[in-house]
């Protein structure tokens, strides 16, 4: 068979078709459904059965289990799903993808999947000029799925054509014989033929052409299925190595939980075969040989993954653990990598929005951690202890510097991209929360300063000032927490905001009264004045951080305003 290099550009071409309609389509998806898609997802994922049936559904709409899984791996990227719901929806996506053969099996071959394609342009293209930006996006969704199955119809014409050269297979008969080492041995060669093709629905459907054409049986088909299933994993694991720890946790599970599959169906995999060609012979009643085969290896792959997700569906915790260990959260990660944010090509315009609002939680949190260990500080005593805990609110400072300018730097992308008036009237009011978060670690390392250059002073505050500081310290950590707790809430709780101005208004009553309390206990002579100084620098580095915490609640509400609105 002659395969030149202009053949190989138009399959190259196909491919890029492909892949620029399934971005299109993403896009025009999260624009169009956004925040509502989110809550789908939450909803439908609640718990374990229902991601199930949540992957079984997507799957078999989609046609794909690897779309399925890449886009559960980049939900898990963005924060929208946890990575114990995300393995709930790759089993089901293993369950769902099992439709494919049996449409395979039951039209023989014959779906021509780009078939409406070109007349969905024609109702597209009206919608892609509507000044409505909500119609726009369902026309930029239809004209990436068209797009999609365009580029899909290409891929399969104009890729080397197995089907029609059956030689370039036929090596394979020759290691049919070998008992229990054949099975091994296909299940590796299906493995392989997936990876490389990329799509475990392609290599199902040459291995139905062997079976019934007669290349090999039944048990050699159903041994090749397996490996598909192994094969179809490394999409996911691809589309994650620019994602982040989650989402290669989450890749990792597709991938643990196909080859656990596997193991225990080969260890019973005699009985298991018989029991699928007695149920089709005799139940389903299915006598032609050619066609028998067809649905034989269909109920196999059907059958396989159903009892595979009612089996390891009680293990979802485990697994989780299993993946947690093998790809563990580095300290590194921790403290000097956002988190949600990456610059892989899993982000679209509207979940870049969710993704930075997970971020700026993250960064919230990290500032009140640092916040406390200001609080630590101040009674620690050691010399060794003191110096790392001094170093370590550096440390948190230059992170909360660089935290500022990657998530600023990466609202300021999204918002060059196509999005709706409101979205860039969120992503206005989320540059605003990252800057006055920043002047919260700003400030806490303020304060960490002040005690510093008070302890090299060799003098120590009155019991009264400790008193007072702690008492300004516990208003300010309240601040702290229920600003955390305004940042994290989505759009359809609802939080009494003035409880945060209430603490303000505390904190500033409080800052008055010491500050004339403290002129009076210098000139009564309780410290001298190089320690009231000290003193009131905390206590206003204290009333400062505050006034920031509710800058970053006014800027949070603005944006839940946003999305009611």
Same mark, same amino acid.
């Given at each position: ?34 925040? %509502? ?11 374990? +059965?229902?991601?199930?049936? =949540? ?20 939900? !898990? ?19 769902? =993808? ?7 099996? *039951?039209?023989? @071959? ?24 909500? %119609? ?7 004209? $990436? ?9 290409? /891929? ?15 090596? +394979? ?20 033929? &997936?990876?490389?093709?990329? *799509? ?6 040459? =291995? ?40 290669? #946790?989450?890749?990792? *599970?597709?991938?643990?939980?196909? !080859? ?34 067809? @649905? ?24 989780? #653990? ?25 982000? &679209? ?30 009674? =620690? ?10 170093? #370590? ?23 060059? $991209?196509? /999005? ?7 992503? #206005? ?20 300063? &002040? ?5 090299? &002073? ?74 009231? !100084? ?10 400062? /951080? ?20």
């Amino acid at each position: 068979m002659e395969y030149s290099f202009y053949d190989f550009l138009k399959l190259l071409g196909s491919l890029a078709l492909f892949l620029y309609g399934m971005k299109i389509m993403s896009e025009g998806l999260q624009k169009f459904a956004g925040d %509502r898609l989110r809550k789908i997802l939450t909803a439908m994922t609640t718990n374990r +059965v229902t991601g199930v049936l =949540t992957g079984v559904l997507i799957t078999a709409l989609i046609q794909s289990s690897s779309a399925t899984t890449v886009m559960v791996v980049s939900f !898990v990227n963005a924060g929208l799903l946890t990575l114990s719901q995300s393995i709930g929806v790759i089993m089901g996506a293993n369950i769902g =993808t099992t439709v494919t053969a049996w449409i395979i099996s *039951a039209l023989g @071959f014959k779906v021509d999947i780009a078939a409406f394609a070109l007349p969905l342009l024609a109702f597209g293209i009206p919608l892609l000029f509507s000044q409505k930006s909500h %119609r726009k996006s369902i026309g930029e969704f239809i004209f $990436g799925f068209s797009f999609l199955f365009m580029g899909l119809s290409m /891929l399969q014409s104009n890729a080397p054509d197995l089907k029609a050269n059956p030689e370039m297979l036929a090596f +394979v008969q020759s290691y049919t014989d070998m008992g229990y080492i054949s099975i091994l041995l296909f299940v590796f060669i299906g493995t392989i033929l &997936t990876m490389v093709v990329q *799509a475990s629905a392609a290599t199902m459907a040459i =291995t139905l052409i062997m079976c019934a054409n007669g290349w090999i049986s039944f048990e050699l088909g159903a041994a090749l299925v397996l490996g598909e299933n192994i094969g179809t994993t490394i999409t996911a694991n691809l589309a994650a190595l620019t994602g982040n720890t989650q989402a290669r #946790r989450a890749a990792l *599970a597709h991938l643990v939980f196909n !080859v656990f599959g596997v193991i225990w169906v080969l260890c019973l995999f005699s009985p298991f075969t018989s029991a699928v060609s007695w149920f089709v012979e005799n139940v389903m009643g299915t006598k032609d040989p050619a066609v028998a085969v067809s @649905f034989k290896l269909s109920a196999f792959h059907t059958c396989f993954n159903i009892c595979n997700v009612l089996i390891l569906i009680w293990f979802v915790k485990l697994i989780e #653990r299993t993946v947690c260990a093998i790809i563990p959260q580095k300290e590194v990660d921790e403290e000097y990598r956002l988190r949600f944010i990456s610059g892989g090509m899993l982000s &679209t315009a509207e979940l870049s929005i969710l993704q930075a609002h997970k971020e700026i939680h993250l960064f919230a949190e990290r500032t009140h951690r640092m916040f406390n260990m200001v609080q630590d500080l101040l009674h =620690t005593e050691k010399d060794d202890d003191y110096n790392k805990l001094f170093s #370590r609110i550096e440390k948190y400072e230059n992170i909360s510097d660089n935290m500022e300018l990657e998530i600023a730097n990466y609202l300021n992308q999204v918002s060059e $991209g196509r /999005l709706s008036s409101e979205s860039k009237l969120q992503i #206005r009011a989320m540059l605003r929360e990252v800057t006055e978060i920043e002047s919260i670690g700003d400030s806490c390392y303020n304060l960490a300063r &002040t005690i510093n250059r008070k302890r090299q &002073t060799n003098q120590d505050f009155t019991e009264k000032q400790y008193d007072h500081i702690h008492f300004m310290m516990k208003l300010t950590d309240d601040a702290l927490a229920q600003m955390i707790v305004v940042v994290e809430r989505s759009e359809h709780q609802s939080i009494d905001v003035n409880k945060s101005f209430n603490i303000e208004n505390e904190i500033n009553n409080y800052r008055n009264q010491l500050k004339n309390q403290n002129i009076l206990d210098v000139n009564n002579k309780e410290y001298d004045y190089q320690m009231g !100084v000290y003193y009131m620098d905390i206590i206003a580095e204290c009333e400062k /951080l505050g006034d920031y915490v509710v800058n970053v609640v006014e800027a949070s509400s603005d944006i839940k305003e946003k999305k009611a609105s």
